[in-house]
């Protein structure tokens, strides 16, 4: 979620000399093998600064990551803030950070949705399934206690199953980095190090799930079949891709997560968007959405499906290291103009239920994908774009993936414990 410059900028104009220093709380130290656990504190954050804390926890050990890219600390407060988050409209939840020896050593979440709790357990949540993330830590001791407070918290909330790393709802980070670590994530992606996989394994939690994300080259035309289905598709009378569009916003915002409500309804992890995220969501994301990288696809007139894609804002937050101060304002001003040679994710896209399964919806998804990949190299001059994330058991996606050639290169694990 990218929030506006003036929305970024305002905050911290009016708190910059007010900001906490992380370094009060001590420096991050990775130890390379488990330390006593005896040592280990476990504090609940409660307030406006324990949150501030909780966040700079996390950034400390985010600056330590090779290829990790600073997102905004403004946004990042926003997201575990109950009055700014819509998620805390339907969802509780708890932040804890470890301490040892005056230092911070570690942070998590341990959350509920209330949502999510009301879907089908086939579905992957369901009744008694409460959440971790915000997951980091010093060494697997840490980790273990981490785990520990928030499994206690969750179940004295009489949850019985704790499922994570979920930050904080699965459209927000879902899952942890296992394999892509060589390489800076894109937009709204998280970059987490190896060894946190065997540690939250090693505190007994299984691979309940696996997401990846697609690379291709977008620079090279897709395989002669696509370009067949998609003359085909242009051909057809009944079939209409047209770009997103900005003047009509709220409509546009409406048509897209109606679909996606419908399309993603029976898929695992599914937890529905309410009024207020939508109205979250469009209102921080029209920043990053051009027309000319969003489609929708209509069948006789009647809106069926949608693509999203949005140039990766990790390019430029790179290159300001996350700051908006002293000039970082700027960078992200003229990058936002005219986002030149960056990086395309396509993090959403569906078509309405009643095609799956049918060759209609494959040569929807083909006409917006190719659609979008000319725009996308012709206009910004993009040579790289990502899919994703794609659960490992969705066929139909993995097959569209797997036939304009892209290959995988990042995978995310999504872990779950019995407590009860």
């Known amino acids: 979620v990218v929030m506006t410059v003036i929305e970024a900028v305002a905050p911290v104009v009016k708190t910059r000399h007010r900001r906490i220093d992380p370094t009060q709380y001590g420096t991050i130290a990775l130890a390379d093998a488990p330390l006593n656990a005896a040592d280990i504190g476990i504090v609940p954050v409660s307030d406006k600064r324990g949150r501030a804390r909780f966040v700079d926890c996390g950034r400390a050990f985010s600056d330590r990551l090779p290829h990790f890219v600073p997102q905004l600390r403004s946004e990042q407060l926003e997201l575990i803030d109950p009055a700014k988050n819509p998620f805390f409209g339907h969802g509780r939840a708890q932040f804890f950070i470890a301490t040892r020896s005056g230092r911070d050593v570690g942070r998590i979440s341990a959350h509920i949705d209330d949502l999510a709790l009301a879907m089908p357990a086939e579905q992957g949540f369901g009744p008694g399934t409460g959440f971790f993330g915000y997951f980091d830590a010093s060494d697997e001791a840490v980790a273990h206690a981490l785990l520990a407070a928030a499994e206690a918290w969750l179940r004295a909330e009489g949850m019985q199953r704790m499922m994570g790393p979920i930050s904080l709802s699965i459209w927000e980070e879902p899952g942890l980095l296992v394999r892509g670590q060589d390489h800076a994530p894109m937009i709204m992606m998280g970059h987490h190090p190896a060894a946190y996989a065997g540690w939250i394994e090693s505190a007994g939690l299984g691979r309940a799930q696996t997401l990846f994300t ?24 009944r079939i209409n891709v047209r770009r997103v569009d900005k003047s009509r916003w709220d409509d546009e915002v409406a048509i897209v997560l109606g679909i996606l409500n419908d399309a993603w309804s029976d898929n695992w992890g599914f937890v529905p968007f309410t009024p207020a995220e939508v109205a979250y969501a469009g209102k921080k994301l029209r920043p990053i959405i051009f027309e000319e990288l969003n489609m929708i696809a209509e069948v006789d007139g009647k809106p069926v499906a949608f693509m999203l894609t949005f140039p990766d804002i990790n390019m430029v937050l790179a290159k300001i290291r996350g700051k908006l101060f002293p000039f970082g304002w700027f960078h992200l001003l003229r990058w936002l103009r005219h986002p030149k040679g960056a990086g395309m994710r396509v993090p959403l896209m569906g078509v309405v239920k009643e095609l799956h399964n049918s060759r209609l919806a494959s040569q929807l998804a083909f006409m917006m994908i190719s659609a979008i990949r000319n725009e996308a190299h012709g206009t910004f001059g993009s040579t790289r774009g990502e899919i994703g994330w794609i659960l490992e058991d969705n066929q139909g996606m993995v097959a569209i993936a797997d036939t304009i050639e892209s290959h995988i290169n990042r995978e995310y694990a999504i872990y779950a414990k019995p407590i009860a």
Do not use: C, T
């Open 214 to 237: 697609y690379e291709l080259d977008i620079s090279k035309e897709f395989p002669p079949l696509v370009q067949r289905i998609v003359k085909s598709g242009e051909r057809n009378a």
